[in-house]
């Protein structure tokens, strides 16, 4: 079993390998279009729960959200710029929609920071409570 740093007991969550390796894929390599991290509370991990292929639009990645659980995930944003250029993003989206557990919520928010310094690039964070907060336009005004 791969060797695991632990935090404080305050979040004592662990993240595992597969998240950072994915996180890699898609900022190195580009064959993802997003990652859903999902926290497994039974054995205090971090895991990947879903991956988008290069040709899923943001629409589908809004779409793997859940309406009444908390997720991370990254998306890599494709736009172009006013000066023509093609560019891209990585987003960190924290997701925390009201209608799940204060519990989750609290874990989630008490997680965040360690688990986002694991995946190094990137450029944008993103904090959502129900879908309007995470919509394209708003994604697009952050990429900017």
């Not at 991290?37 to 991990?45: C, L, Y």
């Not at 965040?112 to 994604?139: C, N, W």
């Amino acid at each position: 079993m791969a060797q695991m740093s632990w935090a404080n007991s305050s979040s004592g969550m662990a993240v595992s390998d597969e998240c950072k390796l994915k996180f890699l894929e898609l900022k190195a390599k580009r064959n993802h279009r997003f990652i859903v991290f999902k926290i497994e509370e039974k054995i205090q991990q971090v895991i990947v729960e879903k991956v988008g292929s290069p040709e899923e639009t943001y629409e589908d990645f809004a779409a793997c959200m859940p309406a009444n659980e908390c997720r991370y995930a990254v998306f890599d944003f494709d736009f172009i710029t006013d000066e023509n250029c093609q560019k891209s993003k990585i987003f960190f989206i924290a997701w925390s929609p009201d209608t799940s557990r204060v519990r989750s919520k609290m874990l989630y928010a008490s997680s965040k920071d360690r688990f986002k310094r694991e995946l190094d690039g990137i450029q944008v964070e993103l904090q959502a409570t129900d879908p309007s907060e995470m919509s394209l336009d708003i994604i697009k005004g952050r990429a900017l």
